[in-house]
């Protein structure tokens, strides 16, 4: 592995710097407060090449590889974690998914337009009592012939409001259990469908999360992602590439906090001297920086090892825990050197420690991420 970013890659990752101070930095505080999606912002990511990066650029994408997504989700996810789960979403499960196994008419329906954030994608897994395990779906597809009967729930759906492409999996055979899965494309206001309240969320709250429901909802034959009953094996080679998505916003989270406490140190006085300068302080920046470099490290093995078409699956699956293992105690330790300026919002070390904590949960817990890891080693 060449530690070395190429020039390409130093020039996505400023881009993508730029973008988050000149463009999302401005308004995230009341983003956040007032729970506002970031719809303006989005749609300037579409036009920056953002929301399909690793999409074919026939498909209207980027052609770019993971190590450039995983570095601007770094920077992104350094000002707004609300803005980059968007941007994951629609990258590594929408698109990514339908570039690698939709068919031709599938990707030009869809695929374009998302490429481009022209529409927004949304990945719908998990139930009210089914979170990322894809083998207990309540969630029907009943099918009719020439269509599915699509009933069900799906909940803490991102995008939830704001998507026009909705990939659902759902069950159609109970009998043949995770063999009788299927991924469907649905689209937004197809008769039966509706989304339902939005979350009102500790964190990434200008992200929309809502519910999802589905009564009756017919979804045509040709809407459904590989052949009958790939539903399930879709899902989970989806979310595999997703956790490395999570994982660097994990990582920018943890990066963003440390970078303002490491700035603060050193314009805060204290017993006569500034922050930086006394030890104490030092060694809980020195630790933050070591965590952060580690992080950085297992998030670029993951993003590389697929690129060269290795198995990620242990890989992303580390970087996911320990990120956002140490997303959680960077941006703690950041709003401790802050100390009281910490706690209020104007200091933006407060939301990335509500921000942080959601990583240990979506695309899989904490819990989840040893399983993957621990079936990995014993193989």
């Known amino acids: 592995m060449n530690f070395q970013?190429?020039?390409?890659?130093?020039?996505?990752?400023?881009?993508?710097?730029?973008?988050?101070?000149?463009?999302?930095?401005?308004?995230?505080i009341e983003r956040d407060t007032e729970q506002k999606f970031p719809k303006d912002q989005i749609k300037k990511m579409g036009e920056l090449g953002f929301m399909g990066m690793m999409v074919d650029p026939k498909y209207n994408g980027g052609g770019m590889d993971s190590i450039s997504y995983v570095l601007a989700m770094e920077?992104?996810?350094?000002?707004?974690?609300?803005?980059?789960?968007?941007?994951?979403?629609?990258?590594?499960?929408?698109?990514?998914?339908l570039e690698k196994y939709g068919t031709e008419e599938q990707?030009?329906?869809y695929l374009k337009p998302l490429a481009t954030g022209e529409l927004i994608g949304a990945f719908c897994l998990s139930e009210p009592e089914a979170g990322s395990d894809a083998t207990s779906q309540r969630t029907t597809a009943e099918d009719k012939g020439?269509?599915?009967?699509?009933?069900?729930?799906?909940?803490?759906?991102?995008?939830?409001?704001?998507?026009?492409?909705?990939?659902?999996?759902?069950?159609?055979?109970?009998?043949?259990?995770?063999?009788?899965?299927?991924?469907?494309?649905?689209?937004?206001?197809?008769?039966?469908?509706?989304v339902g309240k939005k979350e009102?969320?500790?964190?990434?709250?200008?992200?929309?999360?809502?519910?999802?429901?589905?009564?009756?909802?017919?979804?045509?034959?040709?809407?459904?992602?590989?052949?009958?009953?790939?539903?399930?094996?879709?899902a989970m080679t989806t979310l595999n590439g997703g956790r490395i998505g999570i994982a660097s916003q994990a990582l920018g989270i943890a990066a963003g906090a440390y970078e303002l406490a490491l700035k603060y140190s050193k314009e805060r006085k204290a017993f006569g001297k500034?922050?930086?300068?006394?030890?104490?302080?030092?060694?809980?920046?020195?630790?933050?920086?070591?965590k952060i470099d580690a992080a950085r490290l297992l998030v670029h093995q993951a993003a590389w090892r697929k690129d060269q078409k290795q198995d990620f699956v242990k890989a992303a699956a580390m970087a996911k825990l320990?990120?956002?293992?140490?997303?959680?105690?960077?941006?703690?330790?950041?709003?401790?050197?802050h100390g009281g300026y910490g706690y209020v919002k104007e200091y933006h070390v407060?939301?990335?420690?509500?921000?942080?904590?959601?990583?240990?949960?979506?695309?899989?817990?904490?819990?989840?991420?040893?399983?993957?890891?621990?079936?990995?080693?014993?193989?």
């Open 5 to 28: 970013l190429t020039e390409e890659h130093l020039a996505v990752q400023q881009a993508a710097r730029d973008f988050a101070q000149n463009e999302l930095l401005p308004g995230v």
């Open 75 to 97: 920077e992104i996810s350094k000002i707004d974690a609300s803005v980059s789960v968007c941007m994951s979403v629609n990258n590594s499960l929408v698109c990514w998914g």
């Open 107 to 109: 990707k030009e329906k």
């Open 146 to 194: 020439d269509y599915y009967l699509l009933n069900g729930t799906k909940n803490w759906i991102t995008n939830g409001n704001s998507a026009s492409v909705y990939i659902i999996i759902a069950q159609t055979d109970a009998a043949k259990k995770h063999k009788g899965i299927n991924a469907l494309i649905v689209e937004k206001g197809m008769p039966g469908f509706v």
């Open 200 to 234: 009102d969320k500790m964190g990434i709250r200008g992200s929309d999360t809502h519910s999802l429901m589905f009564t009756d909802v017919k979804v045509p034959k040709a809407n459904r992602i590989g052949d009958d009953g790939f539903g399930f094996s879709f």
């Open 274 to 290: 500034n922050l930086s300068e006394h030890q104490a302080i030092q060694f809980k920046l020195a630790e933050m920086a070591t």
């Open 322 to 337: 320990f990120a956002s293992q140490i997303a959680q105690e960077v941006t703690s330790e950041a709003v401790q050197i």
């Open 350 to 379: 407060e939301r990335l420690m509500r921000d942080a904590k959601i990583t240990q949960i979506y695309e899989g817990t904490t819990e989840i991420q040893k399983m993957v890891i621990s079936r990995e080693l014993l193989k």
